[in-house]
Protein backbone atom coordinates (compact mmCIF):
# COMPACT_ATOMS: atom_id res chain seq x y z
CA UNK A 1 0.00 0.00 0.00
CA UNK A 2 3.01 2.19 0.64
CA UNK A 3 4.14 1.71 -2.56
CA UNK A 4 1.08 2.58 -4.39
CA UNK A 5 0.98 5.86 -2.52
CA UNK A 6 4.25 6.73 -3.07
CA UNK A 7 3.76 6.15 -6.88
CA UNK A 8 0.45 7.91 -6.40
CA UNK A 9 2.10 11.06 -5.07
CA UNK A 10 5.07 10.65 -7.00
CA UNK A 11 2.92 11.35 -10.28
CA UNK A 12 0.98 14.38 -8.99
CA UNK A 13 4.08 16.11 -8.28
CA UNK A 14 5.30 15.57 -11.64
CA UNK A 15 2.49 16.06 -13.51
CA UNK A 16 1.69 19.61 -12.12
CA UNK A 17 2.39 22.46 -14.71
CA UNK A 18 4.22 25.65 -13.53
CA UNK A 19 1.92 27.62 -15.22
CA UNK A 20 4.64 29.60 -16.76
CA UNK A 21 4.71 30.54 -20.81
CA UNK A 22 7.65 30.91 -22.42
CA UNK A 23 9.07 32.38 -25.31
CA UNK A 24 11.91 31.40 -27.79
CA UNK A 25 14.44 34.08 -28.77
CA UNK A 26 17.34 33.92 -31.37
CA UNK A 27 21.10 35.41 -29.28
CA UNK A 28 23.20 36.32 -31.67
CA UNK A 29 26.80 35.78 -30.27
CA UNK A 30 29.79 37.44 -32.42
CA UNK A 31 32.84 35.49 -32.93
CA UNK A 32 34.94 38.57 -34.34
CA UNK A 33 35.69 41.67 -33.58
CA UNK A 34 36.56 45.06 -34.33
CA UNK A 35 39.59 47.90 -34.53
CA UNK A 36 37.75 51.18 -35.04
CA UNK A 37 39.26 54.14 -35.80
CA UNK A 38 37.70 57.32 -34.79
CA UNK A 39 38.51 60.94 -35.44
CA UNK A 40 37.60 64.42 -33.58
CA UNK A 41 36.70 66.46 -36.85
CA UNK A 42 35.13 69.53 -34.36
CA UNK A 43 34.85 69.72 -31.01
CA UNK A 44 33.23 66.60 -29.58
CA UNK A 45 32.29 66.10 -32.53
CA UNK A 46 33.94 62.30 -33.81
CA UNK A 47 33.88 60.45 -37.02
CA UNK A 48 34.79 56.93 -38.38
CA UNK A 49 37.77 56.46 -40.09
CA UNK A 50 38.41 52.79 -40.17
CA UNK A 51 37.19 49.91 -38.67
CA UNK A 52 39.17 46.33 -39.58
CA UNK A 53 37.62 42.93 -38.42
CA UNK A 54 39.71 41.13 -35.86
CA UNK A 55 39.93 37.32 -35.32
CA UNK A 56 38.61 37.61 -31.50
CA UNK A 57 36.15 39.75 -30.06
CA UNK A 58 38.35 40.49 -27.14
CA UNK A 59 40.92 42.27 -29.33
CA UNK A 60 38.68 44.75 -30.18
CA UNK A 61 39.92 48.11 -29.84
CA UNK A 62 38.84 52.06 -30.21
CA UNK A 63 41.71 54.39 -31.04
CA UNK A 64 40.86 58.00 -31.03
CA UNK A 65 42.72 60.79 -32.43
CA UNK A 66 41.55 64.17 -30.83
CA UNK A 67 41.96 67.50 -32.91
CA UNK A 68 44.85 68.49 -29.96
CA UNK A 69 47.21 65.60 -31.47
CA UNK A 70 46.70 63.31 -28.38
CA UNK A 71 45.66 59.52 -29.32
CA UNK A 72 43.53 57.24 -26.63
CA UNK A 73 43.25 53.51 -26.93
CA UNK A 74 40.48 52.29 -25.15
CA UNK A 75 38.97 48.04 -24.75
CA UNK A 76 35.52 47.02 -25.92
CA UNK A 77 34.90 46.61 -22.30
CA UNK A 78 36.14 50.07 -21.28
CA UNK A 79 34.15 51.77 -23.73
CA UNK A 80 31.35 49.69 -22.71
CA UNK A 81 31.35 51.46 -18.98
CA UNK A 82 32.05 55.00 -20.80
CA UNK A 83 28.76 54.59 -22.37
CA UNK A 84 27.05 53.04 -19.48
CA UNK A 85 28.13 55.03 -16.95
CA UNK A 86 26.79 58.57 -18.58
CA UNK A 87 23.48 59.46 -19.07
CA UNK A 88 23.82 60.48 -22.85
CA UNK A 89 26.65 58.74 -23.91
CA UNK A 90 30.18 60.24 -24.56
CA UNK A 91 30.72 61.95 -28.22
CA UNK A 92 32.96 58.90 -29.01
CA UNK A 93 30.52 56.01 -27.64
CA UNK A 94 27.49 57.77 -29.51
CA UNK A 95 29.64 57.84 -33.06
CA UNK A 96 30.82 54.20 -32.37
CA UNK A 97 26.94 52.76 -31.46
CA UNK A 98 26.50 53.97 -35.69
CA UNK A 99 29.53 51.39 -36.30
CA UNK A 100 30.20 47.90 -36.80
CA UNK A 101 31.79 48.42 -32.88
CA UNK A 102 28.26 49.38 -31.90
CA UNK A 103 27.26 45.63 -32.26
CA UNK A 104 29.75 44.59 -30.04
CA UNK A 105 28.23 47.13 -27.43
CA UNK A 106 25.17 45.53 -27.62
CA UNK A 107 23.03 46.79 -30.90
CA UNK A 108 21.77 44.18 -33.24
CA UNK A 109 22.86 42.95 -35.44
CA UNK A 110 20.08 43.19 -37.85
CA UNK A 111 20.02 47.64 -37.61
CA UNK A 112 23.00 47.85 -39.95
CA UNK A 113 25.33 50.66 -40.21
CA UNK A 114 24.89 54.59 -40.33
CA UNK A 115 26.38 56.08 -43.11
CA UNK A 116 26.59 59.46 -41.06
CA UNK A 117 29.03 57.98 -38.53
CA UNK A 118 31.82 57.46 -41.20
CA UNK A 119 34.33 60.44 -42.22
CA UNK A 120 34.01 59.12 -45.90
CA UNK A 121 32.60 57.16 -48.09
CA UNK A 122 35.40 54.60 -48.37
CA UNK A 123 35.33 53.98 -44.97
CA UNK A 124 31.57 53.47 -44.66
CA UNK A 125 31.96 50.70 -47.50
CA UNK A 126 34.77 49.31 -45.46
CA UNK A 127 32.87 48.64 -42.51
CA UNK A 128 29.65 47.80 -44.33
CA UNK A 129 31.83 44.60 -45.57
CA UNK A 130 33.13 43.61 -42.02
CA UNK A 131 29.59 44.54 -40.66
CA UNK A 132 28.67 41.45 -43.30
CA UNK A 133 31.20 39.46 -42.44
CA UNK A 134 30.66 39.90 -38.75
CA UNK A 135 27.22 38.86 -39.69
CA UNK A 136 28.22 35.78 -41.18
CA UNK A 137 30.28 34.52 -38.66
CA UNK A 138 27.82 34.94 -35.64
CA UNK A 139 26.80 31.82 -33.57
CA UNK A 140 22.81 32.21 -33.37
CA UNK A 141 21.35 30.39 -30.48
CA UNK A 142 17.54 29.68 -30.16
CA UNK A 143 17.00 30.30 -25.75
CA UNK A 144 13.94 29.39 -24.69
CA UNK A 145 12.90 32.17 -21.79
CA UNK A 146 10.28 32.75 -19.17
CA UNK A 147 7.61 35.57 -20.45
CA UNK A 148 8.33 39.20 -18.87
CA UNK A 149 5.27 39.72 -16.71
CA UNK A 150 2.93 36.95 -17.26
CA UNK A 151 3.56 34.60 -14.06
CA UNK A 152 4.95 34.86 -10.41
CA UNK A 153 4.26 36.86 -7.76
CA UNK A 154 3.03 39.88 -8.58
CA UNK A 155 2.19 39.14 -11.64
CA UNK A 156 -1.49 40.41 -11.89
CA UNK A 157 -2.78 43.89 -11.54
CA UNK A 158 -4.15 45.13 -8.86
CA UNK A 159 -7.15 47.47 -8.88
CA UNK A 160 -6.49 48.02 -5.12
CA UNK A 161 -4.65 50.83 -4.29
CA UNK A 162 -2.70 51.71 -0.88
CA UNK A 163 -3.08 54.89 0.18
CA UNK A 164 -1.60 57.14 2.75
Known amino acids: MNLLFAALLLFAFTSCKDNVEYEDKEVTELTHGVVTEVEEFETDIFKITDETEVPKVEDSRIIAKYMNGTIDTFTLEEAKLVAANSPKGSAISNVLMGGAMGFLMGRALSSGINRSAYASDA ?19 TVRTPKAGKSGFGSRKSTRSYGG
Not at 123 to 141: C, G, M, V
Open 123 to 141: AFNKAQATSNNLNSTAIRK
